[in-house]
């Protein structure tokens, strides 16, 4: 992808784009679901892929209200931020599996720490913006007092023992998607804020 043609994207197709390249990297990394994975996929398309990701982290990662615990005043705008962090944490898996693969040196660090964890399903398979908007309030009145649930917080807790959930995750848990129940396959693995 040529980085001048995804530096003159607007915001959605960025993500678009930001999203295609992680699947077509998938694909050249497991070609075939019945075979190895390939060595098609080399280190300079690992770090384009991984500069389109830091280009997308420009923009927001998290919106104002979300900081303040109240309802962002557009759905798109928080569908795009929440597509941004699905997009930016399977890249960091990706990153993760890729070197595993090919045997290279894994290391955590916290650069996606301060991000929120994805979103639960209640709030990300809703179709209309009025319904969101109902959910979202539900959803905030549950979180009362509590802050954002993070990926640091996140990652925090699965390092620990299986049966030691805090009230936090347990509610995490509770309303987390297919994509969230992921981690929990994952537990004590480096992935989350791997680089």
């Known amino acids: 992808m040529s980085i001048i043609k995804y530096r003159s994207y607007d915001a959605v197709t960025l993500v678009a784009a930001f999203q295609s390249s992680l699947i077509y990297a998938i694909i050249l990394l497991f070609p ?9 996929f080399d280190l300079p398309t690992l770090v384009s ?6 280009f997308v982290t420009q923009g927001n990662l998290i ?3 979300e900081k303040s615990h109240t309802r962002p005043s557009s759905w798109q705008e928080w569908v795009l931020v929440s597509c941004k962090r699905r997009s930016l944490v399977c ?4 990153t993760w599996i890729n070197a595993i693969h090919n045997g290279f040196s894994t290391f955590p660090c916290a650069d996606m720490d301060f991000v929120p964890a994805p979103a639960g399903k209640v709030l990300w398979s809703i179709a209309t913006e009025e319904k969101w908007e109902i959910a979202y309030d539900r959803w905030l009145g549950r979180w009362a007092g509590m802050g954002i649930y993070t ?4 990652q925090g807790a699965l390092r620990g023992p299986l049966g030691d959930l805090n009230l936090r995750l347990e509610m995490w848990l509770e309303e987390a998607d297919e994509f969230g129940i992921m981690f929990m396959a994952l537990r004590k693995t480096p992935i989350l804020s791997s680089s």
């Open 32 to 40: 075939d679901p019945l075979k190895p994975p390939s060595r098609m």
């Open 49 to 54: 892929l991984r500069e389109l990701g830091l």
């Open 151 to 154: 990926l640091g917080d996140l």
């Open 91 to 94: 890249l960091n898996l990706f």
């Open 63 to 65: 919106l104002p209200e």
